[in-house]
Structures are given as C-alpha cells and as structure tokens.
C-alpha cells in the first residue's frame, strides 16, 4: 500500500511568521518628495526640468472632438490622469490647446513615473512585511 | 413637472427658468479661481523654454490680476442693454478661454 503524503494543515497559530511593519510602497527608485508647487518644482543645479508632468483636472465632454482628439494624442484616457511628456513645442502646443481642462508642472527625468509605477506608488502597504517564517515553506 | 428643464405650462403664467442677471461672489471667485490655473498653466509652459505660435499667442492674454472685474464676469453682447451681458450665460463658460472683450464694450 502506497503511503500517503500527509500534510500538516496549517492554522494560524502555527503559521509564526515573524513580521515587520512595513513602509509604503515602492519600487525602483523613492517617491519624489510632496514639495514640488503647482506650476513649477524647484530643480537643484544638477537636475534641470525635462518634463511635462500633465494631469486632466476638468474632462472635455461636449467641447469637441478637436480637444478630445488632443487628449488622446497625449495619451490621458480618464480625468485625474497624470502623464509625463518630454519638453518639445508639439506637447507644448497640445497643453495650451488644453489649459483649462489641465494642469501642469515641470519635473526631471527622475520625476517621471509609468503607468505602473504610479499604480505601484498608489496601492496602501500591507501594513506588514514577512521576514521569515519559522515553518519551513513548500518550494 | 419636476426638473431642470421644464416645459413652460399655458396654465401658469410666467417662465419656469430662472437664472440671475449677475454672478454671486462665490461664483466670482470661483471665476477668479479658474483664471488664475489658467495662468498657471501658461506659466509653467513658458518656463519651461519651449517656444512655439500657442505661446506666443497666450502670452498675449491678460493674466487675472491684470484683467478689469468687468471682463472677468461678463462678456460683450451685442443684443443686450449696455452691450454686455453675465459671462454665465456663455455655454462652457468654465471650461473656455474669454478674457477680451471688443474695446470700448
């Protein structure tokens, strides 16, 4: 008779994981810090302003399909939307085109923040990261 | 019979939509509020050195401590007594670019 693989059923207090609080989230590189003003954030020498850091405050519903279309070229699906966009006269055209619906500030290329990585910064910690467990786990 | 928009009966007597002539001061600032993002935003384009024929034309515009309260909250109208009328009563107002009005107006 074959022998049967038994497994411990596991209950929480056998489960003693030694845990730590956890920080927010990141992930490659920090969080720029909440300093930054509305129309302009301060460049230290070293870091001058690259970008375009554009967020959709006010939708373009009935305005038109000319400023949805800009909307699209800029590539902002949604209202509170941030991209980030290099500094050239095409995108610049496109903001002014949008000024009333948008709002913009000047970042370095540090600042600038994918789709995922802004997801990543938005998502609340755990509240705890696992240090190690003392069950040994299942590879 | 309930709504915003709702038909005139021949009933009664009047008109069923009322809006005020003039903007209350909340709405005011709120005004003052939106020219000054605006400006914002014109401003963090022109700092970031870029040069292009949107700029150059919305550097033009007056910013809005610049601007006479009157061309803040209302708009010139050629049908309408003195020729101006409640800048609310333009469609889109809040989300439109209106800041000058034909001189003399």
């Known amino acids: ?139 | 019979m309930f709504g915003a928009f709702r038909p005139t009966a021949s009933v009664s007597v009047g008109l069923l939509w009322k809006t005020p002539w003039r903007l209350s001061r909340t709405r005011k600032a709120n005004v003052r509020d939106r020219l000054k993002k605006v400006d914002a935003v014109i401003e963090a384009v022109r700092a970031s050195g870029v040069e292009c024929g949107a700029l150059a034309r919305a550097l033009e515009l007056p910013k809005e401590h610049e601007m006479d309260p009157k061309d803040k909250y209302t708009v010139f109208s050629p049908h309408d007594r003195g020729y101006r009328k409640g800048i609310h009563k333009v469609p889109k107002f809040t989300r439109i670019t209106h800041r000058v009005n034909p001189k003399g107006f």
């Open chain 1, 1 to 139: 008779m074959a022998s049967l693989l038994v497994v411990p059923r596991r209950t929480p207090s056998a489960l003693r994981a030694i845990v730590q609080p956890a920080a927010t989230r990141s992930l490659s590189t920090p969080a720029p810090s909440p300093q930054a003003s509305t129309s302009t954030s301060s460049d230290s020498p070293s870091e001058p302003n690259t970008h375009y850091r554009i967020t959709l405050r006010r939708s373009a519903i009935s305005l038109g399909e000319r400023k949805k279309g800009t909307l699209v070229a800029l590539g902002i699906h949604r209202r509170m939307q941030t991209v980030y966009h290099l500094h050239n006269p095409e995108t610049a055209g496109k903001i002014l085109a949008l000024k009333e619906l948008v709002e913009v500030e000047n970042v370095p290329a540090s600042a600038v923040r994918t789709k995922t990585e802004q997801k990543w910064e938005r998502k609340a910690p755990r509240g705890f990261v696992v240090v190690r467990n003392s069950i040994p786990q299942r590879s």
